[in-house]
C-alpha cells in the first residue's frame, strides 16, 4: 500500500477516488514515562520515552489507514494529514490522526 502526502504519485495515474479514509490512536502516558518527562523538563534535553511513544503511535495510526484503504480496495491513500494532539487535564494521553483519500492506481 503506498502512502503519500501528495495528490499525485510519479509513474502512476488515479483511476478511481475510493473515498477518505481515517485512522485514530489514543496512547496513554505512564507515570513512570510522565516523570522522566518532568526530569526532562526541569533539566532541559529530549524526552526519548515521549518520542518513542510519538513514534509508535505514528506508526499505528497509518497502519490502520492503510488497513481500512486495503479494504475499499485501494491500491494507495493519498494527500495524507497527521495530526498529534495531547488530551486530559495534565496532558497524560496523546491522540494520533490520519486522514486522507484511497485510490486506484494504474502504472503508466
Given at each position: 500500500?503506498?502512502?503519500?502526502?501528495t495528490e499525485?504519485?510519479?509513474?502512476?495515474?488515479?483511476?478511481d477516488?475510493?473515498?477518505?479514509?481515517?485512522?485514530?490512536?489514543?496512547?496513554?502516558?505512564n507515570?513512570?514515562?510522565?516523570?522522566m518527562a518532568?526530569?526532562?523538563?526541569?533539566?532541559?534535553?529530549?524526552s526519548?520515552?515521549?518520542?518513542?511513544?510519538?513514534?509508535t503511535?505514528?506508526?499505528?495510526?497509518?497502519?490502520?489507514?492503510?488497513?481500512?484503504?486495503?479494504r475499499?480496495?485501494?491500491?494507495?491513500?493519498?494527500?495524507?494529514?497527521i495530526?498529534f494532539?495531547?488530551l486530559?487535564?495534565?496532558?497524560?494521553?496523546?491522540?494520533v490522526?490520519?486522514i486522507?483519500?484511497?485510490?486506484r492506481?494504474?502504472?503508466?
Amino acid at each position: 500500500m503506498l502512502i503519500a502526502t501528495t495528490e499525485e504519485l510519479h509513474g502512476f495515474e488515479v483511476t478511481d477516488y475510493l473515498g477518505l479514509v481515517h485512522g485514530e490512536v489514543v496512547s496513554g502516558a505512564n507515570i513512570l514515562r510522565d516523570m522522566m518527562a518532568t526530569v526532562t523538563d526541569f533539566v532541559g534535553g529530549r524526552s526519548a520515552a515521549y518520542e518513542e511513544e510519538l513514534k509508535t503511535s505514528r506508526e499505528a495510526v497509518i497502519q490502520e489507514l492503510s488497513d481500512r484503504a486495503l479494504r475499499m480496495g485501494a491500491d494507495a491513500v493519498i494527500g495524507v494529514g497527521i495530526d498529534f494532539e495531547v488530551l486530559g487535564g495534565r496532558g497524560a494521553m496523546i491522540m494520533v490522526t490520519a486522514i486522507g483519500t484511497a485510490v486506484r492506481l494504474r502504472k503508466l
